[in-house]
């Protein structure tokens, strides 16, 4: 089962992430995921549990309890549909700039 966590705070790990799922069950994997340009945390991630009842006690218990001083929003992941990933087809860095103007 995969797991989507919001409401991370900024300095939570990956291994802090997997360490507060363990408590529930066998996780599979733990990421945090972050800016690429800065490294930093977005303040959510994703878990994975291979057993999808161990994962489904994990939303119901940690879904809005508090951790780090923040309330986590926890939910089973959507999977990711053909839309959903941002696309940078000039590769230019200009936006969509029309190259023949004048």
């Not at 930093?40 to 951790?67: P, T």
């Not at 780090?68 to 700039?97: F, M, W």
């Amino acid at each position: 089962m995969n797991i989507f966590v919001a409401g991370l705070s900024y300095q939570i790990t990956d291994a802090d992430l997997k360490e507060l799922f363990e408590e529930y069950g066998d996780v599979s994997s733990a990421k945090i995921i972050t800016d690429r340009e800065t490294r930093r945390s977005k303040g959510y991630g994703f878990v994975e549990m291979s057993n999808d009842a161990d994962g489904q006690r994990a939303i119901e218990e940690l879904n809005d309890a508090e951790y780090d001083g923040r309330t986590l929003s926890v939910s089973e992941a959507r999977p990711r549909t053909e839309g959903d990933r941002p696309r940078n087809n000039n590769r230019g860095g200009y936006g969509n700039r029309d190259r023949n103007r004048y």
